[in-house]
Each structure stands twice: as C-alpha cells, then as structure tokens.
C-alpha cells in the first residue's frame, strides 16, 4: 500500500449511454438541463476516453461500445480481444468448424439457428450467421431454420427487411442444391426472447412458443409478418414486433440441434436455461422441452457453465479491480437497477456471476419497472441513489461502483424529449450524491461507457445527418461511436487527467485508494500538472 490520494470514500458513477456528441438539436445530453454536470466541466478534473472500437477489444475502430466490452475495459484494467474478434477468427480460420461442438451440432436432425438478426456487432452479426449456415449446408445437414430477432436498436430501426432479405438471399443459394433452408419464426428483440437478468421471463415466452412450439401468428414469409405488423401498428419499432410463425411452422423436436447465435451473453443467457434446466426449471411453462443438442455461440456464464456446450471460448479475464482491491482488503459496494445490475457486478468482475468475495464486494439489485422505457425516463434513478447515499454514510465502503441505464434504455428508444428527461434525471441524482459525498469529504469519479444519448439522429459515414421521407432527421436507436467524459471531482491538486480509454479507469482507482496496479494495466490517467 501506498498514501492514498483522497481522503475518504471513493465513488464510480456509470451514466450508461451519456457521451461527447455533437452539439446540436438531436443530442439529448447537451439539450438537457443538467446543473451538476456543468459544475463538473467547471470544477472537476476532466477529460474524454475513447469508448469503442479497438480500445474495448472490438474487431475494428467502426464498432460502436457497449455495455458489455465498456464494464468489462473499466473493471479488468486492460483491453481483451471481445466476443465479436474472437468469433471473427474462429470462422476466418476455421477453427469454429473444427470444433468437437459444431460436430455434435451437425449430428441434429434439422438444425435451428437462433439469435438477433443485425450486423450491429453488439451482440450477433450477421456474417456469423451465414457463414455457419454456409458451413452446416456444406457438411450435408439438408434441413435448416432460422429463427430470427430484429433490432432497430444497435442498428437503424426500420431495417429489419434489409437483413431480412439478405438472410434470404443465402437460404436460396442454399436451397438449391437441395437443402431445406427457411426461416421458421421471429419477432422483435425486445419484445420476443432477449429478455436479460430475468427483469420480464414474459419475452423468453413468447420466443419459446414461437420458436420451439411453432405456435404463433402465421404468415407466409417473415418479410410478410414484418409488414403486417407495421400496418397493425403504425410506427412500430423492430425491436418491439410480435413473435411470428413462418408457414406451416417448423417446431424444433426431439433429435433436433439448435445454435443461438448471439455472442453477447445477457440477453442469451434466459433462452439457454429454458433449454438446459430441465425438471428444475420454474418461470414459465414449457409445455414440450425438446431433447436437442443445444450450443451457444459462446459460453454465456463460465461460473455456472451455461451453456454447457459452446462454438467459441470467450475471453477469460483475471486480475481486475475488484480482485485487486479485494487482495488490499479494500471493501467494495456494487449498485444498479434490474436492467444494468449484471453490467457493473458480472461484466466488471470479468464475467463472474456470483461476488468475487461476498464479505469484501458487495452488490445491491434495485427491481426495474416492467413498462417502456420512455413512459418513465428517471427509471429507478430516486431509489438508486437513495440506497448509494445510505451506503456512503454507513462508513462501511472503501469504493462504491453504480450505473444509471437512463441514458443507454431511454436513448434505444429513439424517443428524444423523453431521453433528454433521461439525461435530467441522472443529472439530478448526480446533484444529491456530490452533496452526500461533500459532506462525508469522499470523491467522485464520473463516467461513461459507451455514447447513446449524446446521438440521437442518424448520420452517414461522413458525418452528415441523414433524412427521412418528411424532410426531418431520421431517429438513432442505436448506440454512437462518440467518446465519453471521465470527472473526478473535487479536483486534486497538483494533477491533471490525460485522455486515454476506458481501460485506464481501474489504474486511476488504484492510484487515488493508494493500492498498487498491476503491470499488465493500462496505466493511471493522473500525471502532474505542468509547472507554470
């Protein structure tokens, strides 16, 4: 141990979706009245990391962060290649196929893929998709089904037919040497299956009856279901659009495989232990649980390894702050609602479902509501500092981690004025824990994961804003590629804060605590300030 820096608590706030965009009418944070953020611009030590790309173990510098790879950057202290890169190179080099779990897959009688339908590369791509479709048709597998979920929202709402449509294009290049390839169900992410941290078992529902049952609205293509659903509903967005059944329906039965493809596991996690729970299995019934060959893209949760089978090993991630602090006997509390509770507790502890330490890091769940986001824009933001400002006053902490999802579930909708009441709630709660953690002498550091709301109108690769058919901006639901803020507030003397990126959060925490960093960190963002 070294002299700490700071005298009291420490506390790290995630403004989940709150980044440095451009300052103009579609970005919900510089359009919101946020008071205590201003006070931080003017006060604290400021500057801006790099959340995306590269800089979060992300294949490219074009891949927009997210929640996962950000919490996992600023808990293990160092950049891991992610879900998206590693499933990258298991196809380019094969390696994916060679697998003994794809060869157990292509013993299914019909193989069934099923995962988000969208090259937003947050959870699943595309590409991935084809390429085991391609492979599957390749070794013989003669029948193949796709159950599929649309996004509109790590990509443009309203696309789905785009993916749609070239999904389509593959199964008929596939088709016609004889294979039976089509596409069996589906509906919109979040409405149907993408469920996460059990906040609504309702959505695996639907997905389970659509996609195992085959039990749903009917329509003759999926192309067809989409277009009935925006007629029924004007403005539908796709990630809210009803389950579907394509045809006659293609049940996934007994001797069947099945492979969800998504490679992100929060929202993969509730689907696999439908499939692999058996009798013990409770929040909802099942009616039929087919006996299948069941894998994950990934292995979605390696503390209670599900699922058991899986395409590609995820990204094993040790040494990270929370372990770090632990060994120091620093004591730690871990907070958020429902919706972003495993990001800041799993993710940050580098994929770890249960406390490293249950004595020393310790987590606290405030319940979500069940109802959309936009209707209630300050979410559990009251209640989430309510416990975080009882938890600093208990004396009992050393450091304190919390995320507000406001601007990430709020901004996903694409809905601005609610977003921007987003923003002024976090804003809000930022003011009563500055005033709890001045009169306790602790320190704030304040950041971000990935942008959101900061973006809240489409632009092209140039930057420019696109148009929609009235004229007006086209809505973004998707995440930005924007930088984001890092706040340490009071500011402390003698240093100043260089840029960096997410990784080089848990160095600085280290610093400030007076705890020894690793080697293999990314180096602290605290350096001396120039003499004058």
């Not at 008929?172 to 089509?182: F, V």
Request: hydrophobic share 40%; proline share 6%.
């Amino acid at each position: 141990m070294t002299t700490p820096l700071i005298p009291g608590p420490l506390l790290i706030v995630v403004m989940d979706g709150v980044g440095i965009g451009p300052s103009d009418g579609g970005n919900a944070v510089t359009l919101a009245r946020t008071p205590n953020l201003d006070r931080l611009a003017a006060e604290a030590l400021h500057t801006r990391l790099v959340a995306h790309g590269r800089a979060v173990g992300l294949p490219s510098d074009d891949d927009m962060g997210n929640s996962e790879v950000g919490h996992n950057a600023l808990g293990a202290g160092r950049v891991f290649d992610q879900g998206a890169t590693l499933v990258e190179r298991a196809i380019e080099t094969g390696a994916l196929f060679r697998g003994a779990a794809w060869q157990e897959v292509l013993t299914g009688e019909t193989v069934h893929f099923i995962g988000l339908l969208s090259d937003g590369n947050v959870h699943s791509h595309e590409r991935h998709l084809h390429a085991m479709l391609r492979s599957a048709a390749a070794s013989g597998k003669r029948r193949l089904r796709v159950h599929i979920l649309l996004d509109g929202r790590d990509v443009r709402d309203g696309s789905a037919l785009d993916y749609v449509e070239r999904l389509e294009g593959v199964l008929t290049e596939l088709s016609q040497d004889g294979t039976d390839a089509r596409i069996a169900s589906g509906g919109g992410r979040m409405f149907v299956t993408m469920d996460r941290y059990e906040s609504d078992w309702r959505i695996v529902e639907r997905g389970w009856r659509a996609h195992v049952l085959a039990d749903g609205e009917r329509h003759s293509t999926a192309s067809a279901a989409i277009l009935s659903a925006r007629a029924a509903s004007p403005g539908i967005s796709d990630q809210a659009l009803p389950p579907f059944v394509v045809g006659e329906g293609s049940p996934i039965l007994d001797g069947d495989s099945v492979v969800l493809f998504n490679f992100r596991g929060d929202r993969a996690m509730q689907l696999s232990s439908a499939f692999e729970s058996g009798d013990t299995f409770t929040a909802f019934d099942r009616v039929r649980v087919p006996k299948v060959v069941f894998a994950g893209l990934m292995q979605y949760d390696g503390d209670r390894g599900v699922p058991r089978r899986f395409l590609v090993t995820p990204p094993v991630i040790d040494g990270t702050l929370t372990e770090t602090l632990i060994a120091a006997g620093v004591r730690q509390w871990a907070c958020s609602e429902t919706q972003k509770f495993g990001h800041v507790t799993y993710f940050w502890n580098g994929n770890r479902a249960d406390p490293i330490d249950p004595a020393l890091d310790v987590w606290r769940e405030i319940p979500s509501d069940l109802m959309p986001f936009e209707e209630r824009p300050w979410m559990k933001s009251a209640e989430l500092t309510d416990a975080t400002v009882e938890a600093l006053r208990s004396g009992a902490y050393g450091l304190l981690r919390i995320n507000f999802p406001n601007g990430d579930m709020v901004g996903h909708t694409g809905a601005l004025g609610p977003t921007i009441l987003a923003v002024e709630a976090v804003d809000l709660a930022l003011g009563r824990l500055m005033a709890a953690l001045g009169d306790l002498g602790g320190t704030l550091l304040c950041t971000a994961d990935h942008g959101n709301a900061d973006e809240m109108w489409k632009r092209n690769k140039k930057g420019e804003l696109l148009k929609g058919d009235d004229g007006g901006p086209v809505p973004s639901t998707s995440h930005s590629l924007a930088p984001v803020p890092l706040y340490l507030w009071p500011a402390l003397p003698g240093f100043v804060l260089r840029t960096g990126g997410l990784a080089n959060v848990a160095a600085t925490v280290v610093e400030l605590l007076g705890v020894p960093a690793r080697a293999d960190w990314a180096p602290s963002l605290l350096v001396p300030a120039a003499e004058p």
